[in-house]
């Protein structure tokens, strides 16, 4: 089994799944490192399961579903923190509302499609061994936007993640800041979504980050770490998943589940031991 994955290797689904991961855990890794530091991970997966709705417009119009999630991600995500900074109203009454919303239009939208609606099931569990070769040119350019704007705001984006008010005084659109990370969340899950699925992008977004938070904590080292993690997690799951004939975004999840859950261990028992 072992030697048929590695001859697996030299074909093509093979190659574009491996190329989608890794550029997967690049996003991953820098934007989940935000998502573990801002503790946002409700607001994700509220992003995640709205790109549902984007998914249906795209399958009932008849354009790229991955466009509609894309646009519907960004929308969504613009809506919750909008309304989450705006009103007095619960921020998990807000996002759940949004939530159910957004599948509630995609099912509805996919229903009143005509004809065969394929390969949908992969938008909810994920299908990294079906990611076509224009996904991946797709998968680099939102790497591409998601580096430069961390680049180009590292610093507005630190100052927002540990000291809002500070960075208030010292003048920086805070609101416009934190709609730009929002809106490189909503460009992320759009990516993970074809991985792991909508019920488990969440998992793939904020577990390595989390790991790496446990033994890094400069950010830039964290966004690092956890992208590297993010690689061996799926390269991992997916050898596993491809070895034994299990769900490749089910068995990387997996994967990412048990380093965290040893990692806590061993982190424990290195406080007690000291």
């Not at 290797?9 to 855990?25: P, R």
């Not at 705006?86 to 807000?94: Q, S």
């Not at 490189?184 to 979504?193: D, R, W």
């Not at 491809?242 to 975004?249: A, D, E, H, K």
Request: aromatic share 12%; net charge neutral.
């Amino acid at each position: 089994m072992i030697t048929n994955f590695f001859s697996a290797l030299q074909l093509e689904f093979m190659q574009n799944a491996i190329m989608a991961g890794f550029l997967v855990s690049i996003a991953c890794g820098i934007i989940g490192t935000f998502v573990v530091v801002n503790r946002i991970v409700f607001i994700s997966g509220g992003i995640a399961h709205s790109a549902y709705g984007g998914i249906g417009l795209g399958y009932f119009f008849g354009f790229n579903p991955i466009i509609g999630a894309i646009a519907f991600s960004l929308l969504s995500g613009f809506g919750m923190a909008i309304v989450e900074r705006n009103t007095g109203e619960r921020k998990d009454t807000i996002i759940g509302t949004m939530w159910a919303m957004g599948m509630s239009i995609g099912i509805i939208f996919i229903d009143l499609t005509k004809g065969y609606k394929a390969n949908l099931m992969s938008y909810l569990f994920g299908s990294i061994l079906a990611v076509p070769k224009q996904d991946l040119w797709i998968m680099l350019i939102l790497d591409l936007v998601i580096i430069t704007m961390v680049c180009l705001f590292y610093k507005e984006l630190l100052a927002i993640s540990f000291d809002p008010m500070f960075a208030t005084t010292r003048n920086l659109p805070v609101n416009s800041l934190y709609l730009m990370l929002v809106g490189a969340i909503a460009l992320t899950i759009v990516m993970v979504m074809q991985v792991v699925g909508l019920i488990m992008i969440i998992a793939l977004l904020t577990i390595p980050a989390a790991v790496a938070n446990q033994y890094v904590q400069e950010m830039k080292q964290m966004m690092i770490l956890s992208s590297i993690l993010g690689v061996i997690f799926i390269l991992l799951g997916l050898s596993l998943s491809f070895v034994f004939n299990l769900t490749s975004g089910a068995t990387i999840i997996m994967v990412a589940g048990c380093v965290y859950f040893l990692s806590l261990i061993i982190k424990q028992w290195q406080l007690k031991s000291n």
